[in-house]
């Protein structure tokens, strides 16, 4: 069996090893031949805010930069992404697509805004690789749908009127981008469920995620003949803020558990986004519904400082998530310029930065951590099963080429030795201190 060994340090940034020893040392990661999950893949968020810092470089450093994250033979490969539904947090201003109140008929829809810097942003990704998935979610419906005349705050207005046209109001989205020539393949119904913002956003409960479904949504795409799959998507909760959610404990059940549990909706419902503390829920759902989709929707995103330490936490929850029966893992902002400032005040990380000044590229600890993951697990890879003292820092894969795919952290100050046994074999790998290490069994 062949072996080769990856690994990024604080110095040093993805270099190849040849430390191949085969040893006959206690193992201390047990790689199981046990499939578990599908892989459907790896990504990021599309804003507006990413595209304005690509415009800061010339065409030769963008077109490197969007090779290294979307090409099929770049760095990231990037095969599963995200988009809002008009304005994010990360939108240059807040929109919707229509603003013309009482236009319950979507007359006046159009989402000629985003072809300012969102379109772009996309059309650039296709370009590199006209198989990727793309998910969308609005952060607000338009203002006068809502109880408060307002992108940020408030909730859906619960009137027939209005859902009707809230469901139009994905139908045309999803026909307009597909008249600009981009497939909206997965709809999620909103960012973060549960959270009531200063930023773009709209609170959402259980039960009116799943007569949305099941009344208007469901029925709306079967009539217009959309194809894009509807997720109930995406879940953050339990928060500890939201007052009137009592039990924290049964977030499962009144989200995906309360939706999912109901026929009608079920049978419109292709999968179930989880971001943020939706990571306290994914377990429970993916028990529950095992034959349904489930990917992490958003990467926590930090304070714009792109710590090692930060990347270390963000190791943890790729690994959380699919330990936990994860199918994918979208990154937030890939590229943003330094500190990542929002359009309300939250400085988030990125991947790269981006400095308008002086037109300098930064990649960032965290670029390396999904590096270390999209760039050798392949669309369609099962999760293996993993034990031993070192489990707790690592998650292997088997790729459809019959690879295996192992990838560890070391988040101590020390080297350490992990013995890796697999097949029969047992591998030894000394592991810098601070570091992300990739092997790949061949």
């Not at 979307?70 to 229509?98: H, K, V």
């Not at 999803?174 to 909206?184: L, M, R």
């Amino acid at each position: 069996m062949n072996f080769t060994y990856y690994k990024t340090t604080k110095k040093d940034k993805f270099l190849k090893q040849e430390l191949q020893n085969i040893v006959k040392a206690k193992p201390t990661l047990h790689i199981s031949q046990t499939e578990n999950r599908t892989i459907e893949g790896f990504g990021s968020c599309f804003n507006e805010l990413g595209m304005k810092a690509l415009n800061h470089l010339n065409e030769n450093e963008r077109r490197k930069i969007l090779d290294q994250l979307f090409s099929p033979e770049g760095d990231c490969r990037f095969n599963l992404c995200r988009m809002p539904i008009g304005a994010s947090d990360y939108a240059t201003e807040w929109y919707s697509y229509n603003e013309n109140e009482n236009d319950f008929d979507m007359e006046r829809f159009s989402i000629e805004n985003d072809k300012r810097l969102l379109m772009p942003y996309i059309k650039e990704a296709l370009k590199r690789n006209p198989n990727i998935v793309l998910t969308a979610s609005p952060w607000s419906p338009p203002t006068w749908m809502k109880t408060q005349k307002t992108c940020n705050f408030g909730t859906l207005r619960w009137e027939d009127e209005i859902l009707k046209a809230y469901a139009l109001y994905f139908v045309k989205f999803v026909e307009a981008y597909k008249n600009e020539g981009i497939t909206i393949h997965q709809v999620h119904i909103q960012n973060e469920v549960v959270a009531d913002q200063k930023f773009p956003s709209c609170r959402w409960t259980g039960e009116q995620l799943r007569d949305f479904i099941k009344n208007h949504l469901g029925p709306a795409f079967e009539k217009h003949n959309i194809k894009s799959e509807i997720w109930l998507g995406t879940i953050n909760a339990p928060e500890p803020y939201v007052e009137w959610l009592e039990d924290y404990t049964q977030d499962f059940d009144v989200y995906a558990g309360l939706v999912l549990r109901d026929p009608e909706a079920y049978k419109y419902v292709s999968g179930v986004g989880y971001q943020w503390a939706g990571k306290n829920a994914i377990q429970r759902s993916v028990e529950a519904f095992p034959e349904k989709s489930f990917i992490q929707t958003e990467n926590e995103c930090g304070n714009g400082k792109n710590t090692w330490l930060y990347a270390e936490y963000v190791f943890n929850l790729f690994r959380h998530y699919f330990v936990n029966g994860a199918n994918g893992y979208m990154y937030w902002n890939a590229v943003l310029e330094p500190k990542g400032m929002s359009t309300w005040g939250w400085e988030q990380n990125s991947m790269i930065t981006v400095n308008s000044e002086t037109k300098e590229i930064e990649y960032n600890p965290e670029f390396y951590v999904m590096k270390h993951f999209s760039h050798f697990v392949q669309k369609g890879a099962k999760r293996l099963t993993t034990s031993g003292v070192d489990s707790v820092d690592a998650v292997a894969f088997k790729n459809p080429d019959e690879s295996i795919i192992i990838v560890i952290s070391n988040k101590n100050d020390k080297f350490r030795i992990a013995n890796i046994e697999f097949s029969g074999e047992v591998f030894e790998v000394e592991l810098e201190g601070h570091s992300f290490n990739t092997i790949v069994l061949k």
